[in-house]
T-cell receptor, first 114, second 114 residues
């Protein structure tokens, strides 16, 4: 079955550490890719998106993601995390010709300790 | 402010009762979606609508029903047939007919069956 996989369900790291969250998908063809974040008690917010062009995408709050087509991956990175980055992170894929429909990964709970 | 409004924020339902969750958008988007969020499972698509008076089942439509009588509104009814309705429900909307389209999310409704 076609799917979106996030490699880690829980990540705990200290402030100033680097963060990388993996995301792989199994859809063929041209896909649109997204990372969303859900801070505790808040709604889902878009961190960044990839539609086409430069495979290295910069988003809000210092996050970036790299699309590697040959690996069907869209990994999220941040060089130095802060306590305020504690949240749940979701990778989402918009399969070909499905317009706004999204397939989400299971999410990664990130906890940043002071 | 343009956006998506979901109400209520918290909802309690007795077993055997139907309950309707409201979703309204003023973004002039054609497409609207309902997702269900459960811990460790990400978001799963319940129903979506690409145009007024038309809607399609998503991945987990059993026990749910929707209507789309107006462009701005896409209410979701959780029926007594839904075996495990306690969850966080998210409504989203997007433009339709564009290759590069992004979904915008409401703040969610947390439904608890008591």
């Amino acid at each position: 079955a076609q799917s979106v996989s996030q490699h880690n369900h829980h990540v705990i790291l200290s402030e100033a550490a680097s963060l990388e969250l993996g995301c792989n998908y199994s859809y063929g063809g041209t896909v649109n890719l997204f990372w969303y974040v859900q801070y505790p008690g808040q709604h889902l917010q878009l961190l960044l998106k990839y539609f086409s062009g430069d495979p290295l995408v910069k988003g809000i709050k210092g996050f970036e993601a790299e699309f590697i087509k040959s690996k069907f991956s869209f990994n999220l990175r941040k060089p130095s995390v802060q306590w305020s980055d504690t949240a749940e992170y979701f990778c989402a894929v918009q399969p070909p010709m499905t317009w706004g429909k999204l397939q989400f990964g299971a999410g990664t709970q990130v906890v940043v300790t002071p | 402010d343009g956006g998506i409004t979901q109400s209520p924020k918290y909802l309690f339902r007795k077993e055997g009762q139907n309950v309707t969750l409201s979703c309204e958008q003023n973004l002039n988007h054609d497409a609207m979606y309902w997702y269900r969020q459960d811990p460790g499972q990400g978001l799963r698509l319940i129903y979506y609508s690409q145009i007024v008076n038309d809607f399609q089942k998503g991945d987990i439509a059993e026990g749910y029903s929707v209507s789309r009588e107006k462009k701005e509104s896409f209410p979701l009814t959780v029926t007594s047939a839904q075996k495990n309705p306690t969850a966080f429900y998210l409504c989203a909307s997007s433009t339709q007919g564009a290759i590069y389209t992004e979904a915008f999310f409401g703040q969610g409704t947390r439904l608890t069956v008591v």
